[in-house]
């Protein structure tokens, strides 16, 4: 009963794309300013999880003056979950500063926190708002995939590969300006000890951090979708 408690906010979360915390090796050369500048925002995704009822997910990411705040949060009837990362930018270079996560299943749960000196590279939530911006900057291809390294809610390394490939799509009508099109960013993910899991995230050219939809594959069968529904621009701003 005990690891039934324990899978399901893990198989949500990394359908979440909540799994990574990501380390880029000193040979990757990056320009600063091709980055997209963080803007507040507040969204909100359909969690399917298989043999599970569907959820809500919240995300919002605002500004606290000197570091920002990237939380997601969901809750069904028997389960809830929370994470949170406070980070700061430095020349755009994120710098973790707290993380946490709890979740509870039937009133059975568990939290996590990790600290500065906790977080060597970077937390997930840090670590996804990172990668938003950071995709189809390197050249990471299928047959020649990048390198990361990423820590897990308990401060635990981790090692996967990914490839970028950027696609016109249609605004899903979320976003506010149905009709329009832009270059998503699909990221595909693999975990080297693990080849037969695949997460693919596709992320918003624009919005660092809003996520599109996630699917998170085990041996070919979905395991875990995530659908933005809901997009306010204004939603992460500090009241």
Not at 4 to 11: I, K, N, S
Not at 177 to 184: I, K, L, R, V
């Amino acid at each position: 009963m005990v690891n039934v408690l324990a899978r399901l906010p893990g198989r949500a979360l990394a359908g979440l794309g909540l799994s990574f915390a990501v380390w880029y090796s000193s040979d990757t050369a990056l320009a600063a300013e091709t980055f997209k500048d963080p803007q507040p925002f507040e969204a909100q995704y359909r969690l399917e999880v298989r043999g599970w009822p569907g959820a809500t997910v919240t995300h919002r990411l605002s500004n606290e003056g000197n570091h920002w705040l990237s939380d997601m949060r969901f809750s069904v009837t028997v389960a809830r979950g929370q994470e949170f990362s406070r980070f700061s930018l430095n020349d755009n270079d994120p710098h973790a500063l707290l993380y946490s996560s709890s979740y509870s299943l039937l009133g059975v749960g568990d939290s996590y926190q990790l600290g500065e000196r906790d977080i060597p590279t970077l937390d997930r939530q840090t670590a996804l708002f990172d990668l938003s911006r950071r995709a189809g900057h390197e050249e990471c291809t299928e047959s020649a995939p990048c390198d990361i390294e990423f820590v897990d809610h308990k401060g635990r390394d981790e090692h996967f590969q990914y490839y970028v490939e950027k696609q016109r799509v249609a605004d899903p009508g979320s976003i506010g300006m149905p009709g329009d099109e832009f270059e998503a960013l699909n990221v595909s993910l693999i975990d080297v000890e693990k080849p037969d899991r695949l997460l693919q995230i596709r992320f918003h050219p624009d919005w660092p951090g809003l996520i599109l939809s996630v699917v998170y594959q085990k041996e070919g069968s979905r395991e875990t979708q995530l659908t933005l529904t809901n997009f306010n621009p204004n939603g992460g701003a500090t009241p």
